[in-house]
């Protein structure tokens, strides 16, 4: 669907009509049509005059956009086809081929942080109530995203710290989880206190991934009606700065992991 959307915007951007654009293929508007909805693929040889025709002379976009019209890999996250929403396997996907990863907390520990017990009571409070079957699916499925190695830098609000999404020891044993977490290479966290001044945004939960190229960026936000994801690149660019804004009102790394020390030795 990635694929698909920004061909349309190549296209558009040129001031072409899939007729047009069909014209240069020497193809049907309707191919185009599918091919712009995600319904049909790609050649590599069509996406680059494609691309051509349309006066793109990014070759590192094109490239990417490539990859992903000739990736044949099945990921782990097909198993879940059919049994959960396609959103949970966009999201898996767009984990796996995410370049870094930075994201902003405020009322949950982070989905990719959460030990099991944690997720565990976190599906547990959905409205309307999920069945057991439905329960252990979601969990297993956010226990196997965790294996994400890519940068991935973390802001996370004091009241997600604080809110018992369980018991005492659950929230003891996700402090633990998150120091422990905090300490691998890959991982920078950082905290925003209560006390701390000018936290711009506070509600502003979201998740930036980095793609093959910045064009390719996605921004991940949880809504009342589920997942969105966001990919237009003046949305991209405000919550690039978002981000920014937030990284630098934190608390540094190891000041971060002190603090959750200490809320964890006040349980």
Same mark, same amino acid.
């Given at each position: 669907?990635?694929?698909a959307?920004?061909?349309r915007r190549l296209?558009?951007a040129?001031?072409?009509n899939a007729?047009?654009?069909?014209?240069l293929?020497?193809v049907?508007p309707?191919?185009i049509?599918? &091919?712009?909805s995600?319904l049909?693929?790609?050649?590599?040889?069509?996406?680059?005059?494609l691309?051509?025709?349309y006066g793109c002379?990014?070759t590192?976009f094109?490239?990417a956009?490539? %990859?992903?019209?000739t990736?044949?890999?099945?990921?782990w996250w097909?198993?879940?086809?059919?049994?959960?929403?396609?959103?949970?396997?966009?999201?898996?996907?767009?984990?796996h081929?995410?370049?870094?990863?930075r994201?902003?907390?405020?009322l949950?520990?982070?989905?990719?942080l959460?030990?099991?017990?944690?997720?565990?009571a976190?599906?547990?409070s959905r409205?309307?109530?999920?069945?057991p079957?439905?329960l252990?699916?979601r969990?297993?499925h956010?226990?196997?995203?965790?294996? &994400?190695?890519?940068p991935y830098?973390?802001?996370i609000h004091?009241?997600a !710290?604080?809110i018992?999404v369980?018991?005492? %020891?659950a929230?003891?044993?996700?402090l633990?989880h998150?120091i422990?977490?905090s300490?691998a290479d890959?991982i920078?966290?950082?905290v925003v206190p209560?006390?701390?001044?000018?936290?711009?945004?506070?509600g502003s939960?979201m998740?930036y991934?980095?793609?093959?190229?910045?064009k390719l960026?996605?921004v991940?936000?949880? %809504?009342?009606?589920?997942t969105?994801?966001i990919?237009?690149e003046p949305q991209?660019?405000?919550f690039r700065?978002l981000?920014?804004?937030v990284?630098?009102v934190?608390?540094?790394?190891d000041?971060?992991?002190?603090?959750i020390?200490r809320?964890?030795?006040? !349980?």
């Amino acid at each position: 669907m990635r694929l698909a959307t920004e061909l349309r915007r190549l296209r558009e951007a040129a001031d072409l009509n899939a007729r047009q654009a069909a014209a240069l293929l020497g193809v049907s508007p309707a191919q185009i049509t599918h &091919i712009e909805s995600g319904l049909a693929g790609v050649s590599e040889q069509r996406l680059r005059r494609l691309a051509s025709h349309y006066g793109c002379t990014d070759t590192g976009f094109v490239d990417a956009l490539v %990859a992903m019209a000739t990736d044949r890999t099945r990921g782990w996250w097909e198993e879940y086809r059919g049994l959960l929403p396609t959103s949970f396997l966009d999201l898996s996907e767009l984990d796996h081929r995410a370049k870094f990863r930075r994201q902003v907390a405020v009322l949950y520990v982070p989905g990719l942080l959460q030990t099991e017990h944690y997720a565990r009571a976190v599906f547990s409070s959905r409205v309307p109530e999920l069945t057991p079957d439905e329960l252990e699916l979601r969990v297993r499925h956010r226990l196997a995203r965790q294996e &994400i190695t890519v940068p991935y830098e973390v802001v996370i609000h004091e009241a997600a !710290l604080r809110i018992r999404v369980s018991d005492r %020891a659950a929230s003891r044993t996700q402090l633990a989880h998150l120091i422990e977490l905090s300490e691998a290479d890959h991982i920078t966290l950082r905290v925003v206190p209560f006390d701390l001044d000018h936290f711009p945004r506070a509600g502003s939960s979201m998740t930036y991934l980095g793609g093959a190229v910045p064009k390719l960026d996605t921004v991940v936000r949880d %809504a009342p009606h589920g997942t969105v994801f966001i990919d237009s690149e003046p949305q991209l660019s405000a919550f690039r700065t978002l981000f920014h804004t937030v990284e630098v009102v934190s608390l540094e790394p190891d000041r971060s992991r002190d603090f959750i020390h200490r809320l964890a030795k006040e !349980l």
